[in-house]
């Protein structure tokens, strides 16, 4: 059973600064792995698909790598804004017809 | 192009009332996805559905919960005699491919916001 994991839990970090989100899944057979982004009391806004065959995809400050065979993933933000603040969540399509799987994602606060 | 709509946004039930849950995908998606957020829980796969089809309800509760996905209208999640523990985020996904055609993105609703009192 596919288990995705996500690094750290929470994190607050001053405007401007570059960070790393972490994601790890148990099973590397994988189709393709999504980056999504949640607002408190709305939905999931997706930031970023990268395919099995794919290392990496960039949107804007984002930039987000894959590493299938290690089951590992990182969205890396760059220059910090106090409006990337958000919970990220990490999810993987496997083989199945049984949809996504999440990640608990990182409650991300960058101060002004 | 609308996006994913659900509806309503919140609802509030009380113990043992019905409670219904739409979602209209967004144009040309014929593919259908559940999700339920419980608090502080990460969001688990419920039901997919084609137009007509449960495909997968791997993640349903066997009692009281039922879905579909009608030939015209919106999918609907139906949740009978609820419970406190039915209290969550339920988020509906649609795709315009299925599970077997890659990439297969999915396009989240805004949620609907289940409480029962």
């Known amino acids: 059973k596919q288990e995705v994991t996500q690094i750290p839990a929470a994190l607050s970090v001053p405007e401007g600064e570059n960070l790393v989100l972490n994601c790890s899944f148990t099973?590397?057979?994988?189709?393709?792995l999504q980056w999504f982004r949640q607002d408190p009391g709305k939905g999931l806004t997706s930031l970023l698909l990268?395919?099995?065959?794919?290392r990496e995809q960039t949107s804007g400050r984002l930039n987000a790598s894959l590493d299938k065979s290690s089951g590992r993933s990182t969205l890396y933000i760059a220059a910090s804004q106090p409006g990337d603040s958000a919970t990220y969540l990490c999810a993987v399509e496997g083989g199945g017809a049984d949809g996504l799987t999440f990640g608990k994602g990182t409650h991300l606060i960058i101060q002004p | 192009n609308a996006g994913v709509m659900q509806n309503p946004r919140h609802l509030v039930r009380r113990r043992g009332q019905e409670a219904r849950l739409r979602c209209s995908p967004m144009k040309g998606h014929s593919h259908v996805y559940w999700y339920r957020q419980l608090p502080e829980e990460g969001l688990k796969f419920m039901v997919y559905?084609?137009?007509?089809?449960?495909?997968?309800e791997s993640g349903m509760p066997k009692e009281r919960f039922s879905a579909e996905f009608p030939k015209e209208g919106p999918s609907i999640l139906r949740i009978q005699q609820v419970v406190r523990g039915d209290s969550a985020a339920y988020f509906c996904?649609?795709?315009?491919?299925?599970?077997?055609?890659?990439?297969?993105?999915?396009?989240f609703g805004q949620g609907t916001r289940l409480t029962v009192v």
């Open positions: 996904a649609s795709s315009p491919l299925g599970p077997g055609y890659r990439p297969h993105e999915a396009f």
């Open positions: 559905l084609q137009k007509e089809n449960i495909i997968d």
């Open positions: 990268i395919q099995s065959s794919q």
């Open positions: 099973d590397s057979a994988i189709y393709n």
